[in-house]
């Protein structure tokens, strides 16, 4: 059973910085695109981010784009997301996110539960 | 970015209602659109891929079609577990965009 589990999510201040994990088993972990995706309280989801199984292909939205790293231990089975220079704007639930790119079509197929990350004063 | 725009933003149907939930892109992306299922205080649920393409295990009364700028959800003979919202989004171009979200009520 595919399990993508998160965490490193909390409360920190503006300017702040987080490291969320994401432990994921049951496949090959090395073998599938990982991506991030964000939900603000209460809104829609926003694509933030995605990496090859290789750790190449690594792509950013704009709104993140030089504050946040994606990256992976394969040998782990762990994807992370290191965020810094947080604004109020990205609190957010952040869900890990597994995708075959089957037929060179992406989807998300399996999430983790979401871990909350809170920006405030 | 592409941008996706889902109808109705929500709507109110009766268990064996057949209900449809169109979603429409700024540009056309062929048939890379998924549909996705989420419920209150759950993380969403991959329905459908491209466009067509049902993810096991979810029933058959889920159907998705659509290509180019045009897509819809339907769901036939609902039941009271098809309350949830559901998103489309676009996997064509980066940056992968969703639509708003359509709240179904049964």
């Known amino acids: 059973e595919v399990q993508l589990v998160e965490s490193g999510g909390g409360l920190v201040q503006p300017g702040g910085s987080l490291r969320l994990s994401c432990a994921a088993s049951g496949f090959s972990f090395n073998t599938y695109w990982m991506h991030w995706v964000r939900q603000d309280p209460g809104k829609g989801l926003v694509w933030v981010s995605r990496?090859?199984?290789?750790?190449?292909?690594?792509l950013y939205a704009d709104s993140v784009k030089g504050r946040f790293t994606i990256s992976r231990d394969n040998a782990k089975n762990i994807l992370y997301l290191q965020m810094n220079s947080l604004r109020a704007e990205d609190t957010a639930v952040y869900y890990c996110i597994r995708d075959p790119d089957y037929g060179g079509k992406s989807y998300f197929e399996n999430w983790g539960q979401g871990t909350l990350v809170t920006v405030s004063s | 970015d592409i941008q996706m725009t889902q109808s109705p933003s929500s709507l109110s149907a009766s268990i064996g209602d057949r209900v449809t939930v169109t979603c429409r892109a700024s540009q056309s992306i062929s048939n890379y659109l998924n549909w996705y299922q989420q419920k209150p205080g759950q993380a969403p649920k991959f329905l459908i891929y491209?466009?067509?393409t049902l993810q096991t295990g979810v029933p058959s009364r889920f159907t998705g079609s659509g290509s180019g700028t045009d897509f819809t959800l339907s769901i036939s003979s609902l039941q009271p577990e098809d309350s949830a919202i559901y998103y489309c989004?676009?996997?064509?171009?980066?940056?992968?965009?969703f639509g708003q979200g359509t709240k179904l009520e049964i």
């Open positions: 990496i090859k199984g290789d750790g190449s292909g690594i």
């Open positions: 989004q676009q996997s064509y171009k980066i940056p992968y965009t």
């Open positions: 491209a466009a067509s």
